[in-house]
């Protein structure tokens, strides 16, 4: 049993599926802490600490890999701006003016913009299985977020942060898809260390421009511990697991898990809020899992 255990909690989809729940928890975080802590300041911070806290794990491997690393400086470029800077910047900002229902289902655009961005850069194929899991994973997201009376939607405020979180969806898909042409036999916490590196050199100047534009952090014990959970656990912990789960599964069935956000910001939200389930849950939460089932699980093999 202890071997079957290991085995499930090295498996991608299980990685993946925890780095969801770590995402979810982010978005929760992002959202308590907006009007407290400056967006770029959190991105920064976040990040500065994921670095020194996966250098000592990576530094064996950087040394032994430096070269590759060097030769790929590109590539690991474009990972630092669109995962690192770009898409959490974008995030954090948007989540001072939108709401959480309009940023999940925004969100929920993810899995299908991944196979886009995948086709027109380097022509993956996306399968017709691929594709109606897609969309039965956007249903199930789509019922949740509306609390399954579509009347909702009409009642949407746009604000500047829903164009902003729509837009942090095409830097995800890009992160994910150049993800997966990095050079092989790469270790893992080296290459995100290096993207964090790559990434924190361009967010240097924005905190730079957000603090002279009179912008503060408080410096008390709830900033050092928000810090401390995004850096750590969904920064550095999240990423690894996502990392590793492209690099595995592709970034067209590990894009359908990313519906899996909303779903476990739910259930954090009973956990630590309060809130119940209600019957549009039970069609909706449904309809996620079976979509991601029908995009990532392997074609039967004919006898």
Not at 18 to 33: E, K
Request: proline share 6%; with cysteine.
């Amino acid at each position: 049993m202890p071997t079957q255990l290991l085995s499930f909690c090295r498996s991608p989809y299980f990685l993946v599926a925890f780095a969801m729940f770590l995402s979810a928890s982010n978005l929760i975080v992002g959202r308590a802490v907006a009007g407290e802590i400056p967006p770029v300041a959190l991105c920064f911070w976040r990040w500065t600490i994921a670095f020194f806290f996966l250098l000592p794990f990576a530094w064996p491997a950087l040394r032994m890999q430096y070269r590759t690393l060097l030769n790929a400086w590109k590539l690991l470029t474009l990972l630092g701006f669109f995962g690192i800077t770009g898409f959490f910047v974008i995030v954090y900002a948007a989540l001072q003016w939108t709401t959480a229902i309009n940023a999940s289902l925004i969100n929920a655009a993810v899995p299908a913009v991944i196979p886009v961005i995948a086709w027109l850069m380097f022509s993956d194929r996306v399968t017709t299985r691929q594709a109606l899991g897609i969309a039965l994973t956007m249903i199930g997201v789509v019922i949740i977020v509306l609390r399954g009376d579509l009347r909702l939607l009409g009642e949407f405020d746009l604000s500047w942060g829903d164009p902003m979180i729509l837009s942090a969806t095409f830097f995800w898909a890009f992160y994910s898809v150049l993800l997966k042409r990095l050079p092989e036999g790469l270790n893992t916490t080296a290459v995100l260390t290096a993207v964090i590196g790559f990434g924190l050199v361009m967010l240097l100047p924005l905190y730079g421009l957000e603090m002279a534009s009179g912008k503060t952090m408080p410096l008390d014990g709830f900033t050092i511990v928000t810090l401390l959970y995004v850096g750590i656990f969904c920064a550095a912990i999240g990423y690894l697991c996502w990392n590793y789960g492209v690099a595995k599964l592709g970034p067209n069935r590990t894009g359908v898990l990313f519906n899996l956000v909303p779903v476990f910001a739910l259930f954090q939200a009973m956990l630590f809020l309060g809130e119940n389930l209600y019957g549009y849950h039970y069609f909706g939460i449904p309809l996620v899992f079976y979509g991601i089932w029908l995009a990532t699980a392997p074609p039967r093999v004919k006898a």
